[in-house]
């Protein structure tokens, strides 16, 4: 599957066609101060898409110009996230190998008189810039000479003046209805410790000073980014051509994606990361990428759901059960399948012989061939689910077993629950039944109807699984801050069985337990503690 016509498409096919480019060259431009989420992932594939399809090239450059949240943990999983998702970087650059590049930008603003050293506090700043009612004022320093400024800035740059003390602002409108051209800040002082450049620099220039610069170096024909730079782009357009670079890049919107119930901020991620909400960046409630890929999310299925969900000119919601469709086709195709039992309840056979283990030789998929067989135990005590029990049949949807109803197991036998044993405090402790030696399956049996068919599990070589159950972190229509609006009860844990099969699973495979839904063996599992996530149930609840 490939990108759809979109309108970024149409634009870079002109400019092909019109010979403004002979290639497209896009970025991905994370700055490293987070795990991807499934929103960056948008822009991913359609950055690496869309170059794809004109064969062009696509790099991956760590904005990395604010050198207090930023850290290498993050650039790492970064790129390690873009492979997974199934892209390979024609490049992988980082903005703050550009600052002396910038710095000899900036001087060029100055000596044309655009841009100014301002000694204002930060309020100060903040209050002469007025608002989309109220004019700006200039600033009082606004009119340094270039000598001035020049030597203010080398003295930035050597760590002469204190964080905080003064900023370069380029010198545009102060009346400007763009609040973004109202003489923005563009560099300022930070005595952080920098992830990559360590203490080379101590003044760091702001994202849309540095982001314009960054996109003309790589020569970077279309600079796709997401709606809330629409207004920034004047600015950036200003910067390309103030500072003189040679290559001319062009910003385009497009809208964001968001999913409902999944908040896709990196800041809220964090937030529930540092205050430990979740159990890390790749908890398998996160929308991020190592969450989702840990939760058993196949990078195909994002693909595809993000290639779907199409382009457009506006943020939109999508529903989540979209995402899941997508997932469930590929693991359709995939997934093997198992049985397990999450909730167990015992059934003993009464008529089946004691110390007979018999075993049902059952394809691993029903579609796939090649996949092979796998061989399930069946004996006298079996584990079906709680579930799939009730003592008296409540009404004639009710497809599954009772007290003297009959159903079919799964690749084995019929069975007739014939009595139910209960502990002292009423509750249910076990099932005796009787099985019917002529329903084996397929042994082309056909002249009963049972009460439906039902999944088990053979006690004897029973595996024990902790089964992993999910749901939203946070609903959308709740109020309040994202740590009061948690859901605490978004992870379920169930202590249950299933066949010995499991045992051949590796971390991150994926398998169907039949009736249960798609599940991933999580990253902890070990063989002798086997966990499983749910990836998705069977089928849409909507
Ligand atoms: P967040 O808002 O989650 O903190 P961000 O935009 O600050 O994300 P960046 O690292 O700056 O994170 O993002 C890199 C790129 O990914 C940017 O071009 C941004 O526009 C894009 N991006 C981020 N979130 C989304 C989203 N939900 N939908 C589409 N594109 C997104
Ligand atoms: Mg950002």
Same mark, same amino acid.
């Given at each position: 599957?490939?990108?759809?016509?979109?309108?970024?498409k149409?634009?870079?096919?002109?400019?092909?066609?019109?010979?403004?480019?002979h290639?497209?060259?896009?970025?991905?431009?994370?700055e490293?101060?987070?795990?991807?989420?499934?929103g960056h992932?948008r822009?991913?594939?359609?950055?690496?898409e869309?170059?794809?399809?004109?064969?062009?090239?696509?790099?991956?450059?760590?904005d990395?110009?604010?050198?207090?949240?930023?850290?290498?943990?993050?650039?790492?999983?970064?790129?390690?996230?873009?492979?997974w998702?199934?892209y390979?970087?024609?490049?992988?650059?980082?903005?703050?190998?550009?600052?002396?590049?910038?710095?000899?930008?900036?001087?060029?603003?100055i000596?044309?008189g655009?841009?100014?050293?301002?000694?204002?506090s930060?309020?100060?700043?903040?209050?002469?810039?007025?608002?989309?009612?109220i004019k700006?004022?200039?600033?009082?320093?606004?009119?340094?000479?270039?000598?001035?400024?020049?030597?203010l800035?080398?003295?930035?740059?050597?760590?002469?003046?204190?964080?905080?003390?003064?900023?370069?602002?380029?010198?545009i409108?102060?009346?400007?209805?763009?609040?973004n051209?109202?003489?923005?800040?563009?560099?300022?002082?930070?005595?952080?410790?920098?992830?990559?450049?360590?203490?080379?620099?101590?003044?760091?220039?702001?994202?849309?000073?540095?982001?314009?610069?960054?996109?003309?170096i790589?020569?970077?024909?279309?600079?796709l980014c997401?709606?809330?730079?629409?207004?920034?782009?004047?600015l950036?357009?200003w910067?390309?051509?103030?500072?003189?670079?040679?290559?001319?890049?062009?910003?385009?919107?497009?809208?964001?994606?968001?999913?409902e119930?999944?908040?896709?901020?990196?800041?809220?991620?964090?937030?529930?990361?540092?205050?430990?909400?979740?159990?890390?960046?790749?908890?398998?409630r996160?929308?991020?990428?190592?969450?989702?890929?840990?939760?058993?999310?196949?990078?195909?299925?994002?693909?595809?759901?993000?290639?779907?969900?199409?382009?457009?000119?506006?943020?939109?919601?999508?529903?989540?059960?979209?995402?899941?469709?997508?997932?469930?086709?590929?693991?359709?195709?995939?997934?093997?399948?198992?049985?397990?039992?999450k909730?167990?309840?015992?059934?003993?056979?009464?008529?089946?012989?004691?110390?007979?283990?018999?075993q049902?030789?059952?394809?691993?998929?029903p579609?796939?061939?090649?996949?092979?067989?796998r061989?399930?135990?069946?004996?006298?005590?079996?584990?079906?689910?709680?579930?799939?029990?009730?003592?008296e049949?409540?009404n =004639?949807?009710?497809?599954?077993?009772?007290?003297?109803?009959?159903?079919?197991?799964?690749?084995?036998?019929?069975?007739?629950?014939?009595?139910?044993?209960?502990?002292?405090?009423?509750?249910?402790?076990?099932l005796?039944?009787?099985?019917?030696?002529?329903?084996?399956?397929g042994?082309?049996?056909?002249?009963?109807k049972p009460?439906?068919?039902?999944?088990?599990?053979?006690?004897s070589q029973?595996?024990?699984?902790?089964? =992993?159950?999910?749901?939203?972190?946070?609903?959308?229509?709740?109020?309040g801050?994202?740590?009061?609006?948690?859901?605490?009860?978004?992870?379920?844990?169930q202590?249950?069985?299933?066949?010995?099969?499991?045992?051949?699973?590796?971390?991150?495979?994926?398998?169907?337990?039949k009736?249960?839904?798609?599940?991933?063996?999580?990253?902890?599992?070990?063989?002798?503690?086997?966990?499983?996530?749910?990836?998705?149930?069977?089928?849409?609840?909507?």
């Amino acid at each position: 599957m490939s990108i759809h016509s979109n309108f970024i498409k149409s634009i870079m096919e002109t400019d092909l066609e019109t010979k403004k480019h002979h290639e497209i060259i896009t970025r991905f431009p994370p700055e490293p101060n987070g795990f991807l989420h499934i929103g960056h992932a948008r822009a991913i594939v359609t950055n690496f898409e869309l170059a794809k399809s004109f064969g062009g090239k696509t790099n991956l450059r760590f904005d990395d110009t604010n050198p207090s949240k930023e850290d290498d943990i993050f650039v790492q999983n970064i790129i390690s996230d873009i492979r997974w998702l199934g892209y390979e970087p024609d490049g992988i650059y980082y903005a703050s190998d550009y600052f002396e590049e910038m710095y000899v930008r900036a001087v060029i603003l100055i000596k044309k008189g655009l841009a100014y050293i301002d000694e204002s506090s930060a309020d100060d700043i903040k209050n002469m810039r007025g608002s989309t009612s109220i004019k700006g004022i200039e600033s009082p320093y606004r009119n340094r000479s270039v000598e001035e400024n020049l030597k203010l800035f080398e003295a930035m740059k050597l760590g002469q003046k204190e964080e905080g003390s003064c900023v370069l602002r380029a010198k545009i409108d102060m009346s400007s209805p763009n609040m973004n051209m109202r003489d923005p800040v563009i560099y300022r002082i930070s005595f952080d410790h920098h992830h990559h450049r360590g203490n080379d620099w101590v003044i760091y220039p702001m994202y849309d000073f540095a982001h314009p610069i960054e996109d003309a170096i790589e020569g970077i024909t279309h600079s796709l980014c997401s709606l809330e730079f629409e207004d920034h782009r004047p600015l950036y357009d200003w910067v390309v051509r103030e500072t003189e670079m040679p290559k001319i890049p062009r910003q385009i919107e497009f809208g964001r994606l968001t999913i409902e119930n999944t908040v896709m901020s990196k800041r809220y991620l964090r937030q529930l990361v540092e205050e430990n909400k979740v159990t890390g960046w790749d908890d398998p409630r996160m929308p991020t990428l190592k969450g989702l890929r840990r939760r058993g999310y196949t990078p195909e299925a994002i693909r595809k759901f993000i290639l779907e969900s199409g382009l457009s000119k506006i943020n939109s919601t999508i529903d989540s059960s979209m995402l899941d469709a997508a997932l469930r086709d590929d693991l359709n195709q995939k997934a093997g399948r198992l049985m397990g039992v999450k909730d167990p309840l015992k059934v003993v056979i009464t008529n089946y012989p004691e110390n007979q283990v018999e075993q049902l030789d059952v394809e691993l998929h029903p579609d796939i061939e090649t996949t092979g067989t796998r061989s399930i135990p069946f004996s006298r005590e079996i584990y079906i689910e709680q579930e799939d029990f009730v003592v008296e049949k409540p009404n =004639n949807k009710y497809k599954r077993l009772y007290l003297s109803g009959e159903v079919r197991l799964f690749h084995a036998y019929f069975i007739t629950c014939q009595n139910v044993i209960y502990k002292e405090d009423g509750t249910i402790d076990y099932l005796e039944a009787t099985y019917d030696p002529e329903t084996k399956s397929g042994s082309g049996f056909e002249s009963r109807k049972p009460n439906g068919t039902i999944h088990f599990v053979e006690v004897s070589q029973a595996v024990p699984v902790t089964f =992993n159950m999910f749901g939203p972190m946070v609903l959308d229509e709740e109020e309040g801050d994202i740590i009061s609006r948690f859901k605490e009860d978004s992870w379920q844990t169930q202590h249950g069985f299933a066949e010995p099969f499991i045992i051949s699973l590796q971390v991150e495979d994926k398998c169907q337990f039949k009736r249960l839904g798609f599940y991933c063996v999580d990253t902890l599992s070990t063989k002798e503690n086997i966990i499983m996530n749910e990836i998705a149930t069977l089928k849409s609840s909507k």
